[in-house]
């Protein structure tokens, strides 16, 4: 099988990621190649937010860690993502959740997002973490007239069934409220999240895991995972671990061959970024948009936007099939297109960064954390474009579950990761559900 389902570029580790958040976090944090053999309680694979707390609390436990990041740390999603520190990390709606698994279980669900939110703006206070935090909540704003009843609907949910209060704007206070686009047809302001600079959030929390004993290798891809009794052998190019206990928090990134008790079961899709130079007082003014809300409209292939402390805009965007370079360029015009079309003041802003990354599916929409082989490898994985927090979170329960420690998950992330049938189709799925998806965009279904 192969080891990834896109082009192997976007699997370069060596080749830097052309971001804004790269060349304004500040100095990247040491974590050299692993070299010869180390012997450890915990390895991790994956440096990533969910990683990286996976160490701290393996570190609380009592127990020696080693993260092992095919890359430099903060170079996979989490330091590339959007800084949506949000409610999420599911794509099946709380209407499929409650009926597939009940009122009680969704509650819970709920509530360990919520939780997952406050855990960051803790670790962000705990740790001294300057990630440019922003205001509260996140507006989602109506494409079509159509999606309008769908937000109402929406918070009528949220009051119900989990004693939310989202508040329903009209078309006619998106301008007052600074939240205007082009498309807008109302808003529904959610309370919980809040943006942050992704790239900062996960320097800091490789300092602080660093500063707790973990043991950070990056640039050290597991090229073998084998067993030697009741141990774990990782072996990078240039060393090898031996772990009793191994942790996988590889996200949008795991490759296909890194255990087999993992391929098949992932969907790795594009999302897309551009940011744009410092928009003016002006033209933030004429378009009706200045707020530091994060914000993302209904769309199924949804764009996802912010305006950042400096004043550019960050414009994201899912969709698009093939990670090739050549296709950078087509995809790149596509968002300066969609951000003319939604912000007309902002059409003539030159686009200063463009990046892409890998966010990861699973065939029931849900997030996993699951067990491989037996009771000392585990994994979370599964985000749905929306790890930030619950990366955080789930990776703290990763490193106690891990560590041995009694972890409580609702049922919705703790069934079986199931393979997608027919795995080898799965690029087929995506181009097919992404042509559905364009078609009921355009009619806001």
Not at 188 to 206: D, E, T
Not at 395 to 416: F, H
Request: hydrophobic share 45%; glycine share 10%; aromatic share 8%.
């Amino acid at each position: 099988m192969a080891a990834s389902l896109h082009h192997p570029s976007i699997h370069d580790y060596r080749q830097s990621v052309p971001s804004w958040w790269a060349a304004s976090a500040g100095s990247p944090v040491s974590a050299p190649r692993l070299e010869g053999e180390a012997r450890v309680d915990v390895a991790i694979i994956g440096g990533g937010v969910t990683g990286l707390n996976a160490g701290l609390a393996i570190r609380d436990a009592g127990l020696s860690a080693l993260v092992l990041d095919a890359a430099p740390i903060g170079w996979g999603a989490s330091g590339r993502n959007g800084g949506f520190c949000c409610l999420g990390s599911s794509k099946l709606s709380w209407p499929a959740i409650i009926a597939r698994f009940g009122l009680a279980e969704a509650q819970g669900f709920f509530r360990l997002q919520v939780a997952a939110i406050a855990h960051v703006r803790q670790r962000l206070t705990d740790f001294a973490i300057d990630a440019d935090a922003g205001p509260d909540g996140e507006a989602i704003i109506a494409h079509h007239p159509r999606a309008v009843a769908d937000l109402a609907a929406e918070a009528e949910l949220y009051a119900r069934a989990f004693d939310t209060k989202c508040q329903l704007l009209p078309q006619s206070e998106m301008k007052p409220r600074g939240l205007f686009t082009a498309e807008a047809r109302g808003a529904l302001l959610v309370p919980h999240g809040f943006p942050l600079h992704p790239l900062k959030y996960v320097q800091g929390l490789a300092r602080a895991a660093a500063a707790a004993g973990v043991a950070l290798h990056g640039e050290s891809p597991v090229v073998s995972w084998t067993r030697e009794g009741r141990r774990h052998r990782l072996t990078t190019p240039t060393g090898s671990v031996l772990a009793d206990r191994v942790a996988v928090a590889t996200a949008g990134f795991t490759r296909e061959d890194l255990h087999p008790g993992l391929a098949g079961r992932l969907l790795p899709v594009l999302s897309n970024i551009i940011v744009t130079r410092p928009l003016s007082a002006g033209e933030r003014a004429e378009q009706h948009f200045d707020t530091l809300t994060m914000c993302a409209d209904t769309r199924h292939l949804l764009h996802y936007f912010r305006l950042l402390p400096d004043g550019r805009m960050m414009f994201g965007a899912r969709g698009g099939i093939s990670a090739a370079p050549a296709a950078e360029d087509a995809m790149k015009a596509r968002l300066e297109r969609d951000l003319g079309r939604m912000f007309p003041a902002f059409a003539g802003a030159k686009t200063q960064y463009f990046w892409r990354g890998l966010t990861d599916l699973t065939f029931d929409l849900l997030p996993h954390f699951g067990t491989l082989d037996d009771d000392s490898a585990h994994f979370l994985l599964g985000f749905h474009g929306n790890g930030v927090a619950m990366g955080s979170l789930g990776g703290t329960l990763l490193g106690r579950r891990v560590a041995g420690l009694a972890v409580d998950l609702p049922v919705a992330m703790s069934r079986p990761l199931r393979r997608f049938p027919l795995p080898f189709l799965r690029q087929t799925y995506i181009r097919a559900a992404y042509a559905g998806f364009n078609l009921r965009d355009a009619v806001g279904r």
